[in-house]
């Protein structure tokens, strides 16, 4: 996806790179022009979007939504990520969103970190920190306009305070929280973990 980005001859929506990906006879620009023309077409354009949801809410992609078509370009992270970097998005996505914590807590493995499940009882100040991840979560979900999940699961966030990370290189460790969405999220999730949020 992201190659497909670089390679682009000028700026497309998440349709439209979404259909050269899955070679739609649809899409803009065909095989002649892009060598990525359907290098995912053995997934479901619902999938290749939602990989693509995941780019741009972890920080690979920007999407400009002041912009009435909402076009594609790469990040500073997206053209310095690398195989390593983008390991965790070997695992295909999964085939429908389900808020029960068994397939959240699914979401994001093979990422490095405290084992996502780790059991643990909530004090009261870690719960109310959940709900305070919660509520921020949800904001910028609908800010970004994409699911919830995307942000972060369930599990990330209840992971995130039992742990208490003070600092990025703590959250880093949580599974779930790669370097893009470090970069892109840290500053407040550990602001929500202090309590110290605006």
Known sequence: MLDCLKAMPFQVGKTGLTKILAG????????????????????????????????????????????????????????????????????????????????????????????????????????????????WRTAQAGERAVPAYIIATDRMLRDVALHEPTTHEELLAIKGFGAAKVDTYGDAVLALVSGDEA
Do not use: C, M, W
Request: no cysteine; glycine share 14%.
């Open 24 to 135: 739609s006879i649809a899409a803009s620009v065909k095989g002649d022009r892009v060598p990525q023309f359907g290098a995912l077409e053995g997934l479901s354009q619902g999938r290749i979007n939602a990989l693509l949801d995941r780019l741009i809410a972890d920080g690979f992609i920007h999407r400009d939504d002041t912009s009435d078509y909402r076009l594609l370009s790469l990040t500073a992270a997206g053209r310095a990520a690398d195989d390593a970097t983008l390991a965790a998005y070997d695992a295909a996505p999964p085939r429908s969103i389900s808020t029960s914590g068994a397939a959240l807590g699914r979401l994001g493995e093979g990422e490095a970190g405290y084992e996502a499940g780790e059991e643990g009882e909530l004090t009261g100040a870690q719960g109310a920190t959940l709900e305070r991840l919660k509520a």
